[in-house]
């Protein structure tokens, strides 16, 4: 999803190196009105902390994948 936000640092989120990070798939139609979804997209996949915070949505579970790593997270798959 291309979004003008910025990602913001994981420390922001009182997360540090290593820390484990989860890969979701979310239907786009479950999420709230206030997040917009570009069109044509069914499937998202959200990044979570340990805690369960979303700390990020995307149209590619790659690029998820890459995002957590680039933030030094050792991002999991969760069915």
């Known amino acids: ?3 003008d936000n910025p990602i913001p640092n ?4 009182g997360l540090n190196k290593d820390t484990v990070a989860y890969v979701r ?5 479950d999420l709230g009105d206030d997040i917009e ?8 996949y959200a990044l979570h902390d340990a805690a ?4 990020a949505l995307f149209d590619n579970r790659e690029f998820a ?7 030094d997270l050792n991002p999991v798959s969760v069915h």
């Open 52 to 55: 369960g915070r979303r700390l």
């Open 10 to 13: 994981p420390e922001v989120f």
């Open 37 to 44: 979804t570009p069109d044509g997209v069914d499937t998202l």
């Open 25 to 29: 798939s979310v239907a786009a139609s």
């Open 65 to 71: 994948f890459q995002i957590a790593k680039q933030n």
């Open 1 to 3: 999803m291309n979004s």
